[in-house]
Nanobody
Framework: QVQLVESGGGLVQAGGSLRLSCAAS????????MGWFRQAPGKEREFVAA??????????YYADSVKGRFTISRDNAKNTVTLQMNTLKPEDTAVYYC??????????????WGQGTQVTVSS
């Protein structure tokens, strides 16, 4: 089992950048696909980005709304996964969650979640 703790959220103006980090504990971190999801007030939790492996090669997935602006990466030696968010928009405002599970864009395919970190983008 793996435990997850997010950090790096905050308040930023539109067009700015933030870097979210997720620290994982547990010896099996490298065997999990890792994802970032977000949930805005009154909305369902939605997929943002994920990084898994296919044939020994890291594979990344992005929601269309963040493609070209966000970058997910992981460091298995440090048990961390990072979401670099550039050119932020007010509609990116949400609580961002790190998750571990199957390589997927679906919420239900992830069975371990962090506590979330707030990202607020002002216009």
């Amino acid at each position: 089992q793996v435990q997850l703790v997010e950090s790096g959220g905050g308040l930023v103006q539109a067009g700015g950048s933030l870097r979210l980090s997720c620290a994982a504990s547990g010896r099996t971190f490298s065997s999990y696909a890792m994802g970032w999801f977000r949930q805005a007030p009154g909305k369902e939790r939605e997929f943002v980005a994920a990084i898994g492996r296919s044939g020994g090669v890291a594979v990344t997935y992005y929601a269309d709304s963040v493609k070209g602006r966000f970058t997910i990466s992981r460091d298995n030696a440090k048990n961390t996964v990072t979401l670099q968010m550039n050119t932020l928009k007010p509609e990116d405002t949400a609580v961002y969650y790190c998750a571990a599970g199957a390589s997927s864009i679906r919420v239900n395919d992830y069975d371990t979640w962090g506590q979330g970190t707030q990202v607020t983008v002002s216009s």
